[in-house]
């Protein structure tokens, strides 16, 4: 697998809450394949990591959103996390750089609860149209309180 993204160039989008083995796995072997990787966030501080819902690594920033383009890539990977979709889909300029991919048909790898999912899609992962702007409504939240074994239902 070395070398066959050499000169690709990746962005890797996520915040606070990011399920750190759904970026930190990508991550690796995205490099071990030869392409340049970004972690870029929200903010230029390192990220707070968690498995699962324990808080653990902080994950450092490559580069804050504002400060890049899309078109400086050649495909985004969307990692998953208790928190970080949520704080992520609400955000215009994330919308916006997510957009850019579908757009320019580069390709977008998401895992687990990412933003803007719709898993009756046959888990094709993010539709551009069906990134979100509103945090998760009350059935959303219990939902994810069952899986993670808080009860609520």
């Known amino acids: 697998m070395a070398g066959q993204l050499d000169g690709k160039r990746i962005a890797i989008l996520a915040t606070d809450g990011v399920e750190q083995a759904e970026l930190l796995s990508p991550q690796e072997a995205l490099m071990k394949a030869g392409a340049k990787v970004d972690v870029i966030s929200l903010k230029t501080d390192a990220i707070q990591g968690f498995d699962h819902i324990t808080p653990d690594k902080k994950i450092a920033v490559d580069k804050a959103l504002e400060s890049v383009d899309a078109a400086d890539y050649d495909g985004l990977v969307l990692p998953g996390g208790a928190q970080n979709p949520d704080r992520l889909r609400t955000e215009p300029a994330v919308q916006a750089f997510v957009r ?24 094709q992962g993010p539709h551009p149209d069906q990134l979100q702007d509103h945090p998760p409504g009350p059935e959303e939240r219990r939902r994810r309180r069952r899986r993670s074994g808080g009860g609520g239902g």
């Open 100 to 123: 850019a991919f579908f757009e320019a048909g580069k390709p977008v790898g998401a895992s687990a609860t990412r933003p803007g999912s719709d898993r009756r899609r046959g888990g």
